[in-house]
């Protein structure tokens, strides 16, 4: 085959939907996710096993050379949801909506349209109470939607930096009810980015969508990285992440490790938690 074309047998053989991952939550099967950007990628994941794939608005940093996720637009995000669908056929694929794509419940079902159209199964959006009529809305009408609360990058700017969030106790509680209102509206999935650990816990035992961590310890249903730090292409690397190409001896090496590690509560290990 000329030029690389990513190869689509083995690994997943099932395509993984909403039900899936709620059936894995009821039943203590932790899955895996990883945010990736192309084609050849999406196959290896498909190959690996991993479950959901985010087409993230990170893609902003770590393809595009942004310092934030802000200046994405929705013709990058579109461009790499149709990537990522070409690669796979099996894992769940979410894409996310750009800065400011998203403001009023209008503008995010028009947006959301275009994502789900490009290929996406899911939408992600980033934010809490306010978001509560958006995702009803995009729910009511057929759209999957990921919440995402704790550290929310496309408000860098009003947060003063990437940061943990949650840590007192107001604010804890206030990413809690946020979750507990994103979960009644509807939303099917929600990533935790950078909060402490038992606020994660306490989040998923209260909601019954899966939670995704991300700096959010080992209590979530799920796990996500950025392939970049999965393979150790990044110059200043969170906390959080782990370059797993270090234990392996390629690159679908360093992805079967990452997948194992999450199904298996290996990773995140105390290294990689916040309390
Ligand atoms: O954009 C992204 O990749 C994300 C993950 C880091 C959760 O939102």
């Given at each position: 085959m000329p030029y690389g074309t990513p190869a689509t047998t083995g690994g997943l053989t099932k395509a993984i939907t909403t039900l899936t991952l709620r059936k894995m939550k009821q039943e203590g099967i932790k899955f895996a996710t990883v945010a990736l950007y192309d084609a050849p990628m999406a196959a290896m994941a498909k190959k690996t096993g991993v479950e959901v794939l985010l087409v993230g608005d990170s893609l902003g940093m770590t393809v595009l050379g942004y310092d934030s996720t802000v200046p994405v637009t929705m013709e990058q995000m579109i461009y790499h949801v149709e990537a990522v669908k070409r690669g796979n056929d099996k894992s769940l694929i979410m894409g996310d909506m750009p800065?400011?794509?998203?403001?009023t419940p209008e503008q995010a079902l028009t947006n959301a349209t275009r994502i789900m159209q490009a290929g996406a199964h899911m939408v992600k959006l980033e934010g809490g109470a306010w978001l509560v009529d958006t995702v009803q809305m995009l729910s009511d009408r057929g759209i999957p939607v990921c919440a995402h609360l704790g550290l929310t990058p496309q408000s860098v700017n009003k947060l003063g930096g990437f940061r943990v969030q949650g840590r007192d106790d107001a604010k804890a509680n206030e990413i809690l009810e946020d979750a507990m209102a994103l979960d009644a509206a509807g939303a099917d999935l929600l990533v935790l980015e950078c909060v402490p650990s038992t606020l994660a816990k306490k989040i998923t035992d209260a909601v019954s969508m899966p939670t995704i961590g991300i700096g959010a310890g080992t209590e979530t249903d799920a796990q996500v990285l950025v392939i970049n730090d999965i393979l150790g292409l990044?110059?200043?690397?969170?906390?959080?992440?782990?370059?797993?190409l270090v234990e392996a001896k390629d690159i679908p090496g360093a992805l079967e490790k990452y997948v194992n590690d999450v199904k298996t509560g290996v990773f995140p290990d105390a290294e990689h938690i916040f309390l």
């Open positions: 800065f400011m794509t998203y403001a990044t110059e200043q690397p969170p906390k959080f992440s782990k370059n797993f």
